[in-house]
Structure formats: C-alpha cells, structure tokens
C-alpha cells in the first residue's frame, strides 16, 4: 500500500470528490499556494453531477446545468476559467400538461389561457383563498407552494411532477426545497413580471432566479468548466486522481490523517494531509470513518435519503425537433419527467447540424425496476414514451445512450434537518479537520454556484485560517456574515440583508 504525500509541505490538503465543489476548492487552494490531491473515483472524468458526457461525438449533460448566478464572484470566476467559452444563451423552457405546452417560469396569462376560463377563474379564486388563508409556518411542499399559488396551481403544475422526481409524497417533502427551489416566487410576483418588466434591475440580487431568461454555458457542455481546472491542477502538478474511490477514512487524536482509497483493480493507495474536504454524500463519509463514528452519528448519516437519476441520450435524425432548452413532462401517463435539447444549450454539442440530441431524464431510486432496467429496454421505453407525447416517432431515433447516477438529489424529507445537525456536531467537535461542501458532501438540494461558494470559503479557511462559515452561504450563493433571531436560516426562508464583502 502506497503512502502519497508531498514532503516537506507545511499544509497538504486531500479533496474527495472532483465535482464543482472539489474543483473549485482545489482552484483557489493551488491560487494560494497550498498543495492538494484531489480523488474522484470515476475512472474517465472529472465534473461529477457537472460533467459531460460524449457518446460517439455527441455530448450531453448529466441533467441541465445553467451557468447563471446572483454571485458576482462566482459568474468573474466562471469567466477567468473558460473566458470566451462561455456562451450567453436565451432561455426557453415549457411544461408539457394534457396534451398543451405552458409556458415555465409560469406565465399567468398564458397558463389560464391554456386552462380554459372556468379553470382559469378556479384558479385565480384558489390563489385568493391561499393568500387570505395561508397555512401558518408551512412544514412541508405542499403547504408552502399552496400558499404561493394556491391549490389549483399548485396540483396542475406542481404536485405530479414534484412526485415523479422524488418519488414520494409532496406531504412527506419539507417546505425547505419549494423554499430554496423557488423562493422568492409565487403568483403576484409571475403576474408583475409580465405586466412590469424590469429589463435591468438595479442589482444582480434582486433578479428572482427562476424567471431568469437569460444564462451562460460553456460551449462543449458544462463538464468543459470541470476538465478546464483538472488541466489546471495537472500543469501545477497537482493531477486529478481518477479512478480512486474512497474506502477508509482514517482518524486519531482528534483529526484525519489519511484517506484510503481503491482503484478498479483493487490496488490501494494511503493520501495523507493536514485538512480534508469531502464532498462525497454524508452517508458515504461517515459509513467510512475508522475508528467509526459513535452509534447516534452512523444512524443519523445512514438515514439521510437520496434520489437516483436515469439519463437517456436519444440521437434524433432531424435537424429541429422542439424550440426549448427543455421541457418539464407533467402527464402522468409517461414515466419520463424532463426532456433536454442539448442543440439548443450549445450548437457544438451535436457533430452534425443535421441531426439532434435529445435527453429524457428519469427519477428512480436503485432499488427500483427502472434503475435495474437494462439499456436495450430503456431506450425503447425512452422512444415510445416520445411517440406517445407526440415529439418524435421513434424511426427518428438512430441512436442512444443511458447514463446512471446514483445519489443525484439529497432528499428533504421531514427528519433530514436534524440528521445532519447531528453529524455537523459530531465533524466539528470531534474532527474540526475535516471539512464539508458541496450537494452531496453538505446534503443540500442547491445549484452549482452554491456549491462552488462554500467549496471557496472552505478552502479560505484552510489556507488563510479565516473563520467564514459555508452553512452561511444562501440558496443564491451569498454568503451572509450574521443570522439573527427571527431572520431566516439556511433553509431559504428568510436571509439577513447584510452582505459580507468578498473574502
């Protein structure tokens, strides 16, 4: 077994995960002069739930990742990695619902429209009645998104797909994701933007995020960011270990000395350092401390719940199919619940003009018969189901590809607040060395600024030994120096105003 660790250095940091959060810490880390080895244990790329991948010259992303962010710092950084890589693209995205596209970011006029008038006016008499009558202290989705757009809109647009990402109960969801998702957004707020557009809003803050209708995106998909640091690192001689998967995390006297991994053949390597940033799901990590964790700690990680993610590339011989970046499938009788058109993200990610790459995205979790599904039956279930909706025929299709992610989406269910309380307490009592960020490593449901945002003030305070908090950091990646009483917490429920400049 061999021992790897640069000698000499005063810091040795060792990252898990070569996802946003790994990478971007691993960025402003070798920016400040401190040497890291970063461990991912795919054996191909870099990027995780960001990366990008290329099947015979098409290129697709694992979900859809937008480059848009109301941290400024995060939108230079972007910048300073890929520079004039970066497109400024216009965003179109629909809910396809009984046979009718809708517009989303929801548009009121035009969702009443396509409702017809008696169930237009059920639904503006439904919207009085949630904000006449709230729910007091929503505790979960469904009560905070009934209050937003009360309950007709809320089961026509929210409700059938909610559940078919998560698959369980908006009941059994916390208010948390609506709050963090779309905070900031209910019906008032739609129908102000479409009568009193503000074109440039005095700050990047006050832009409600999920009405953006513009965004960036790196040419070659959103894995070009990822690959582009990893070359980074390796020209400062710090490659990105492939192929290496955490199996042990060793610790003693109070810190983490090592982290051992595995390779696909089995062969095993020791990775020493000073500080340790994990952006591997919770579960995974403490599952993987040795000596282990106390009882009351295992259970609480163990009891954190993740949804899975199918991702199925369609190769489509026409050089158009739908107009959208992509579209939100809310009928219930497919299985799919998200289209992507990759052609529209970025030209340059389909080989051919002619053609198009189209992926339908699945919510399953492993134990299910979709995850176990082989490839042959999912892509004829990904055919037919785009027949059924009546976007392509499936003598369209020429090729495809599935693409499986396990632990894609931290789940929010009504005890995940106080299982991570109990490991956040256990990591900084006991291995105040060992560091979290990231959504996997912080298990919170949030974009890749945010991610990026506490991997940066992670590494800030290992290499400057600042004292910035990434749990401070909001569902629009602002990190925020002081929450008091009766402020919102991190939840997205509500925010102190004052900002932290950049550190």
């Known amino acids: 077994m061999a021992t790897l660790i640069a000698k000499g250095e005063r810091k040795h940091v060792v990252i898990m995960g070569a996802g946003p959060a790994g990478l971007t810490a691993a960025y402003e880390l070798m920016k400040r002069s401190v040497p890291v080895t970063v461990l991912e244990k795919d054996p191909r790329q870099v990027g995780g739930l960001a990366r990008t991948v290329e099947h015979n010259g098409y290129r697709f992303d694992i979900g859809g990742h937008r480059f848009f962010s109301k941290n400024q710092e995060?939108?230079?950084?972007?910048?300073?990695i890929l520079g004039d890589e970066m497109l400024n693209r216009g965003r179109l995205s629909r809910i396809y619902y009984r046979g009718r596209f809708f517009a989303y970011p929801i548009q009121a006029f035009n969702a009443l429209w396509n409702l017809g008038p008696l169930e237009a006016v059920r639904c503006l008499a439904s919207y009085l009645r949630a904000r006449l009558q709230p729910v007091k202290s929503p505790l979960t989705l469904e009560d905070w998104v009934r209050n937003q757009f009360g309950w007709r809109l809320y089961s026509i647009f929210f409700k059938t797909y909610t559940e078919k990402v998560w698959g369980i109960s908006t009941k059994e969801l916390s208010a948390d994701w609506a709050a963090q998702r779309i905070k900031s957004l209910?019906?008032?707020v739609v129908i102000r933007s479409a009568l009193l557009?503000?074109?440039?809003?005095?700050?990047?803050?006050?832009?409600?995020?999920t009405l953006i209708d513009r965004f960036r995106y790196p040419r070659l998909g959103p894995g070009q960011m990822w690959e582009r640091v990893a070359e980074?690192?390796?020209?400062?001689?710090?490659?990105v270990l492939l192929d290496r998967s955490v199996v042990r995390v060793n610790h003693d006297d109070g810190a983490v000395s090592s982290v051992v991994t595995t390779d696909s053949d089995g062969s095993?390597?020791?990775h020493a350092g000073t500080d340790f940033i994990s952006s591997i799901p919770i579960r995974e990590l403490i599952a993987r401390l040795e000596p282990p964790a106390p009882e009351k700690v295992r259970r609480a990680a163990s009891a954190l719940g993740y949804r899975d993610f199918i991702s199925i590339a369609l190769m489509i011989d026409r050089p158009a199919v739908f107009p959208d970046n992509w579209i939100y499938i809310h009928d219930p009788r497919v299985r799919v619940g998200r289209i992507q058109n990759f052609k529209n993200w970025s030209p340059d990610m389909v080989p051919d003009q002619g053609k198009t790459c189209l992926g339908l995205?699945?919510?399953?979790f492993e134990s299910d018969g979709l995850w176990t599904m082989r490839d042959a039956e999912l892509i004829e279930l990904a055919k037919k189901e785009l027949g059924q909706l009546g976007i392509c025929s499936a003598g369209d299709v020429f090729d495809g590809v599935v693409v499986r992610q396990q632990k894609a989406y931290p789940v929010y269910d009504d005890?995940?607040?106080?299982?991570?309380?109990?490991v956040r307490d256990y990591l900084a009592r006991s291995l105040p060395n060992l560091h979290l960020a990231g959504r996997n490593g912080m298990h919170k449901y949030n974009n890749q600024d945010h991610s990026m945002m506490t991997a940066l003030l992670v590494a800030r305070n290992i290499a400057a030994g600042s004292r910035l908090d990434p749990w401070k950091v909001n569902a629009d990646a602002v990190y925020h120096e002081d929450i008091k009483v009766g402020e919102r917490d991190l939840t997205g429920r509500q925010v102190a105003e004052r900002m932290r400049a950049k550190a």
């Open 186 to 188: 209910d019906l008032w």
């Open 268 to 270: 095993a390597e020791t």
């Open 415 to 422: 005890g995940y607040q106080a299982n991570v309380a109990v």
């Open 197 to 209: 557009p503000r074109r440039n809003p005095s700050r990047r803050g006050e832009i409600v995020t």
């Open 74 to 80: 995060v939108e230079d950084l972007w910048t300073e």
């Open 232 to 239: 980074i690192s390796a020209v400062k001689g710090h490659p």
């Open 361 to 364: 995205e699945y919510f399953c």
